[in-house]
């Protein structure tokens, strides 16, 4: 044995002890009783993963989640959480550290706090999200083990917490694997980190673990009358447990009661004002089980196809979109609050938006809900981006899991309208076996709302674009990626005609092109605005001849990091294809959208 420790840190490192473990994510964490840990963290650079393994490999019992601290003068620790440096939690260490702003693998995230659990409750450990691959620890002993960089995860650590001094540690490693979601490759920086909050909530042991209350499309409104259905999961299978529902604005106070598997729902009538981009209302929604009450504020819509039509609330809408990554508005780094929301989205509203796609991976909680209030509608993804291990069965789980998560989250969001399953992948058997589960598996958790995926052009030849995808058949609206004028035929777009044969309605999901803020010069010339107006230009002008286009979402609102993006004094680590600079500046093409989408 390489290590001397004291017979404590033995028993400890034994895990004879006690244990925690994985509970289903539970909703609206935000109107729960938590306390936060959020805040400064030591961390650990650990390339080699020496707090993990031993020089054998083999995961060690001896590993840096003990926190060990010599206990007699001979005893050999060699590493330290107190003596090092701390990173903002929530946050990615990317742009917080220099030396890790290309950073690919292990880093060891402490924090010690004082903790008073509460007689008879159970405390549940939650992460909003870490990239991308999360040991935890409790006060020594393993709390659990989560991968996926963009949704939330709890473990009940009841039997770990002490009262008093804890500790939680957090082995975090971002390393990219072929059979990963998202893959090995992607454009987007790959900013690691706990990057969401964290925070201990506490439960009564039997507590409302999720919940669904939405407007009900398939029964039709009766003079202002609506149908609302309600539906409740505890976190156990108990029957005979009543569950309060009150809506006071809408005088709406019902009672259900839980079946043996520990679920109950209603239908209830109501008289809502709709949620709209014009008219983002949110009512107070209060449910009770016991002595415990989760406000909410949730919205009434409708959101459905008719032909190539897209209905919101019963009328066509026009996307008026954006597309967006999860980055600060200024600068780099991983946006993790309402503010960051706030910015990003009142820059898509003076583009004249009504909409935006959220890529490639689920936003954060705060981004969902603040456009929720300002009237924005939301396409909410998966990160199935690229060559995902199609044949591997866990990467379908994981992809899957993702899937579960993001909808489990957001499914009492009124403005998230369209979940979407991937982007850009490549045609084959085993893709269309993968993704067509995922769809059919998010169209059975809720069937409320609209299944899509960013789609390719299929084969282009004399300027005649086809799009030809199996995938089709399961996605409610048909959404593609195209880049003319950018990645081919430049300055083409007038000539092109488009065969889309399903009768769908059609997103363009994704197009546009660089322009280094500041480059001027002739149209023709790359990297200038005039270039990238110009390319709006024609491309708005080619979208508006696409028969059942029902909206878009240029590529993309703000220049982002990616490490893809290597052409210095151009690119510099940024994909440059923002309306907005990575400053924020607003870029020539900003005024050919917003113009386009003031006449729509
Ligand atoms: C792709 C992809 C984006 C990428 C963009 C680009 O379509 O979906 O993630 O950033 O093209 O090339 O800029």
């Known amino acids: ?59 060690t019992r001896w590993g840096f ?34 030396r890790l702003f290309f950073y690919e693998g ?23 999200a870490v990239n991308y691959d999360a040991h935890v620890y409790v006060n020594g002993r393993k709390a659990g083990h989560h991968i996926g960089g963009f949704t939330p995860f709890n473990f009940d650590v009841t039997d770990l917490i002490k009262d008093g001094e804890n500790v939680v540690i957090v082995k975090v490693d ?40 939405l407007l009900d499309k398939t029964v039709p409104a009766k003079k202002g009358v609506r149908q609302l259905h309600f539906s409740v999961k505890l976190n156990k299978a108990e029957a005979g447990k009543t569950v309060t529902l009150r809506i006071p604005e809408l005088k709406v106070s019902q009672q259900v009661m839980t079946a043996d598997d520990g679920t109950a729902s209603i239908s209830l009538k109501a008289k809502p004002q709709l949620w709209s981009p014009e008219t983002p209302i949110l009512y107070k929604v209060e449910i009770q089980l016991g002595q415990e009450t989760l406000k909410d504020e949730i919205g009434f819509r409708t959101i459905e196809t008719r032909g190539k039509q897209i209905l919101l609330n019963g009328q066509p809408i026009f996307l008026k979109g954006i597309s967006i990554h999860e980055e600060k508005p200024n600068g780099g780094g991983r946006a993790n609050s309402t503010e960051d929301a706030h910015t990003l989205l009142s820059w898509a509203k003076e583009l004249g938006c009504n909409y935006v796609r959220l890529a490639h991976y689920p936003h954060n909680e705060y981004a969902i809900r603040e456009a929720e209030r300002m009237g924005m509608l939301v396409w909410s993804e998966i990160p199935c981006y690229w060559t995902i291990a199609w044949k591997n069965p866990d990467t379908y789980a994981n992809a ?15 403005n998230i309208i369209i979940w979407s399953v991937a982007n850009e992948t ?20 809720d069937d409320s709302r609209l299944i899509s995926m960013a789609m390719e052009v299929t084969s282009a030849s004399n300027y005649h674009n086809k799009l030809q995808d199996n995938m089709n058949e399961y996605v409610d609206v048909v959404s593609f990626n195209q880049y003319i004028g950018w990645y ?23 197009f546009g092109g660089g322009a280094r803020y500041g480059l001027h010069g002739e149209k023709n010339q790359r990297w200038t605005e005039e270039f990238q107006e110009n390319l ?11 028969e059942g286009l029902a909206g878009t979402t240029p590529w993309i609102l703000k220049d982002f990091r990616s490490p893809r993006r290597v052409l210095t004094g151009i690119q510099d680590y940024y994909n440059r294809k923002g309306l907005f600079s990575d400053k924020g500046e607003k870029k020539k093409a900003f005024y050919v959208l917003k113009d386009w989408y003031a006449t729509k």
């Not at 987007?188 to 909050?197: K, P, Q, S, V």
């Not at 058997?429 to 993968?434: A, G, L, Q, S, Y």
């Open 488 to 510: 081919r035929d430049v300055n083409d777009a007038p000539k092109m005609s488009w065969e889309i044969p399903y009768e769908k309605p059609v997103i363009i999901s994704e």
């Open 65 to 98: 989640f003990i926190n060990a601290k010599p206990q007699r003068p001979e005893d050999l620790i060699e590493y330290d959480f107190d003596k090092n440096p701390t990173l903002q939690v929530p946050g990615d260490w990317n742009t917080q550290d220099e």
């Open 1 to 59: 044995m390489r290590k001397l420790l004291s017979t404590s840190l033995l028993l400890i490192a034994s895990g004879l002890w006690a244990v925690a473990q994985e509970v289903p994510q539970v909703a609206n964490v935000m109107a729960r009783q938590t306390t936060s840990l959020n805040g400064a963290w030591n961390y650990i650079v650990d390339v080699q993963e020496e707090g993990y393994y031993d020089y054998r490999m083999n995961p």
């Open 536 to 546: 709006y230009k024609e491309n708005t002008a080619m979208l508006d001849k696409i």
């Open 106 to 128: 292990t880093v060891w995230y402490k924090k010690s706090f004082d903790f008073h659990p509460q007689e008879g409750r159970r405390t549940l450990l939650y992460f909003g």
């Open 426 to 445: 490549p045609h084959s058997p085993e893709r269309d076996v993968f993704l067509s589960k995922l769809a059919k598996h998010a169209r059975q958790l």
């Open 400 to 414: 899957e899991r993702q899937l579960t998560d993001m909808i489990l989250r957001d499914q009492n969001r009124a």
């Open 174 to 213: 971002n390393k990219r694997h072929a059979e990963a979601v998202p893959t090995q490759i992607f454009d987007w920086w790959n900013y690691g980190g706990i990057t969401r909050d964290v925070c201990l909530i506490s439960v009564e042991p039997l507590y409302i673990e999720n919940y669904k209350l």
